[in-house]
T-cell receptor, first 111, second 115 residues
Framework: QKEVEQDPGPLSVPEGAIVSLNCTYS??????FMWYRQYSRKGPELLMY????GNKEDGRFTAQVDKSSKYISLFIRDSQPSDSATYLC???????????FGTGTRLQVFP | DAGITQSPRYKITETGRQVTLMCHQT?????MFWYRQDLGHGLRLIYY???????DKGEVPDGYVVSRSKTENFPLTLESATRSQTSVYFC??????????????FGAGSRLTVL
């Protein structure tokens, strides 16, 4: 079993939909959680960064961490075609540990 | 240009040849990393470096060699390329301390095909 599990998709939604992307993990020591967005033929770029549990909002994006369930989510409100990309979750136990990445979920938002 | 630059962006080579992928960063970040990205496997760490002249193995180091004589450069060499090394390679860097120490900034990637 992988330390971090992520559904590969693809997830196809119409423009304006609310999107929910998720990762589960097995290591209860993880405290730092990130979401990276990767456009086709580009490198991943940091989208959201959270520490420990709770929610963090940034514009149309909300990152949620549920440590009791070992489950993290990324919500995208009012999704746009420009949100079409692969979304990777990443996490670590401390801020000096190497990040463990999920395999990524490919999202397609159609007009 | 500021940031992290990888070259070449695309490379086709033959089995058994030596290939070097270059990575250059302008932030003076202490840490640098090499990942490969393959369908179904996601990002896998090949090697990383905490500072000049300090390197360490990641999850999949076999068949690769790295060096770091200068802080800003971190080349990755495939000494004798194999077809299983066909992949997209990403270089990344991060600060060594502070709240953002584990946040990686990635290059645009080098797409390598081994025939």
């Amino acid at each position: 079993q992988k330390e971090v599990e992520q559904d590969p998709g693809p997830l196809s939604v119409p423009e304006g939909a609310i999107v929910s992307l998720n990762c589960t993990y097995s290591n209860s020591a993880f405290q730092y959680f990130m979401w990276y967005r990767q456009y086709s033929r580009k490198g991943p770029e940091l989208l959201m960064y959270t520490y420990s549990s709770g929610n963090k909002e940034d514009g149309r994006f909300t990152a949620q961490v549920d440590k009791s369930s070992k489950y993290i989510s990324l919500f995208i409100r009012d999704s746009q075609p420009s949100d079409s990309a692969t979304y990777l979750c990443a996490m670590s136990a401390t801020n000096t540990d190497k990040l463990i990445f999920g395999t990524g979920t490919r999202l397609q938002v159609f007009p | 240009d500021a940031g992290i630059t990888q070259s070449p962006r695309y490379k086709i080579t033959e089995t058994g040849r030596q290939v070097t992928l270059m990575c250059h960063q302008t932030w003076s970040h202490s840490y640098m990393f090499w990942y490969r990205q393959d369908l179904g496997h996601g990002l896998r760490l090949i090697y990383y470096s905490a500072a000049a002249d300090i390197t360490d193995k990641g999850e999949v180091p076999d068949g690769y060699v790295v060096s770091r004589s200068k802080t800003e450069n971190f080349p990755l060499t495939l000494e004798s390329a194999t077809r299983s090394q066909t992949s997209v390679y990403f270089c990344a860097s991060s600060e060594s301390t502070g709240p953002g120490a584990n946040v990686l900034t990635f290059g645009a990637g080098s797409r390598l095909t081994v025939l």
